[in-house]
């Protein structure tokens, strides 16, 4: 179900309430069925003074065989376990994500932007074997970020020199058949904001192996990108005009050999036993936007105004009312990384906007001291209006929990409602689901309308069990929670 997007209220995040900065920090990487990297501080720039509000992952040939795919549909795959144990001490949790076979799609943002992460939505499309094997195609995330519609579309795209045309069918096709559930952004080009990357596959043609390396090692990489078939096909193709590119000042990223910076060194077999030739450099993995095409006005403005249908006017409204603008700081690869026979490239982004709206649906907090000696209760209270379900829940979490599913335990709001108080609601926890141990937690407040949290406490202390304490019991784990046993019981 869709949210109302058009909500407004007093400013929680202090600073310009007028207009905002975000940072967006995107990664692309064909990673060739390799498990990940013991260190990625260079890829996410862990180390830069200015920490991103957000992180898009986008992975392509992630290993998918039989056994590993069936465990990871019950369990995190490893890229995605990495990438949440370095973000979440860093508070950012995994909001969305979606895989389809090699193709993977993580979205991070800090905690404090998750309430107004909001319509979050996935979808996927297949594109390899006449669309019927997921090898090759598109995942896409969709949401609205302070009421701007956004959406991430990750693509790995026919391979080989002669299938230029091709790869745009393809990119075309997924963006036809993506569809979403949304009133204000049914198709991938009403949203207000796209950014379309992954192993596009495009090469460099017509220039041969030798001019090609000789560009690389004096970099004087301009001298090839006009026989990029990306560039090129945007010459020609309208859609592909609607998307911006950070110029090309770095290394083709494809093809490597492994564990090195070496192009493509080794000799391949031909079917009668000749060696063929090497595979020439290219600009595979890219990472492009676009920022929805504002509403012309033909004419004088007034006469022009009444000509257009509903859905332009509101465009039209929204283009000047919520201001949007998008600048790249940085588009680099990130040469240090050999696992792969590509190496990944980075795009930070700065978008400036009017928010929509700043304050959260819901208000909810602790009530009175938390330990597992008592029954504990959660206050709740709606701030704006907004679809709730009896599949609503208010999540119990750590602090630098790693994403939604990360709770410690969690109460549905309606079986669990015990009174009104005005305008706020209680809900109670049941103080054998409370941590034995206590420690630093907060409360999320789950829309299952909604798909995503729209409420979180402040962090506040549980407290050791006293009662646990005196008695000699010890602590165990169980589904994730800190239970207690008798101490003679613990070491059996």
Not at 178 to 192: G, N
Not at 253 to 282: E, H, M, Q
Not at 458 to 481: M, T, W
Request: hydrophobic share 35%; charged share 25%; with cysteine.
């Amino acid at each position: 179900m869709e949210e109302d997007e058009e909500q407004s209220g007093l400013c929680v995040i202090k600073g310009n309430c007028d207009e905002d900065s975000f940072r967006l920090h995107m990664v692309t990487w064909n990673v060739a069925t390799a498990d990940p990297p013991d260190d990625v501080t260079s890829l996410l720039q862990l180390n830069s003074p200015k920490a991103p509000d957000l992180y898009v992952i986008g992975l392509q040939e992630v290993y998918s065989g039989p056994l590993r795919f069936v465990s990871d549909i019950a369990f995190d795959d490893a890229w995605s376990y990495l990438f949440m144990s370095v973000l979440a001490p860093r508070k950012y949790i995994k909001v969305s994500s979606i895989r389809m076979q090699g193709l993977l799609l993580l979205f991070f943002s800090k905690l404090v932007h998750v309430p107004f992460i909001r319509d979050i939505q996935t979808t996927y499309t297949r594109t390899g074997i006449f669309g019927y094997w997921g090898n090759k195609g598109g995942v896409s995330i969709r949401l609205s970020f302070y009421g701007h519609t956004v959406c991430f579309l990750n693509c790995h795209l026919a391979a080989h020199m002669n299938y230029a045309t091709e790869r745009v069918d393809e990119f075309e096709s997924i963006l036809d058949a993506q569809t979403f559930e949304c009133k204000k952004a049914p198709a991938i080009v009403d949203h207000r904001l796209v950014f379309w990357f992954g192993d596009l596959n495009f090469r460099i043609q017509d220039h041969g192996m030798h001019f090609v390396r000789t560009c690389i090692n004096n970099q004087t990489f301009n001298l090839l990108w006009s026989k990029d078939q990306l560039i090129m096909m945007k010459q020609k193709e309208q859609m592909l005009q609607e998307f911006e590119e950070g110029p090309l000042d770095f290394q083709p990223t494809y093809k490597f050999d492994l564990n090195s910076d070496t192009y493509d060194s080794r000799l391949y077999r031909t079917r009668f036993g000749f060696n063929g030739k090497k595979r020439k450099p290219a600009w595979t993995d890219r990472i492009l936007w676009r920022l929805r095409p504002k509403v012309q006005l033909q004419g004088k403005q007034e006469e022009s105004k009444a000509e257009l249908d509903t859905k332009q006017i509101k465009q039209l409204e929204e283009d000047v009312e919520y201001p949007l603008k998008v600048r790249q700081d940085l588009y680099t690869s990130s040469m240090e990384y050999g696992i792969s026979d590509h190496k990944p490239v980075i795009g930070m982004f700065t978008l400036e906007m009017r928010k929509m709206y700043d304050t959260p649906l819901v208000r909810l907090q602790p009530e009175g001291d938390w330990s597992a000696d008592i029954d504990a209760m959660v206050v709740y209270s709606p701030l704006q209006p907004f679809p709730s379900s009896t599949w609503d829940w208010i999540g119990l979490y750590k602090v630098g929990f790693s994403n939604v599913s990360d709770y410690i335990t969690y109460t549905w709001v309606k079986d669990n409602e015990v009174a009104f108080i005005e305008e706020d609601i209680q809900v109670y926890v049941g103080k054998e689901e409370i941590p034995v141990k206590g420690g630093e937690c907060l409360l999320c407040y789950y829309s299952n309308a909604l798909k995503c949290i729209i409420g979180i406490s402040e962090p506040f202390k549980i407290h050791a069990s006293k009662v646990a304490i005196e008695e000699g019991r010890q602590p165990e784990r169980i589904n994730g929670l800190d239970r207690t046993v008798a101490e003679d019981d613990f070491w059996k």
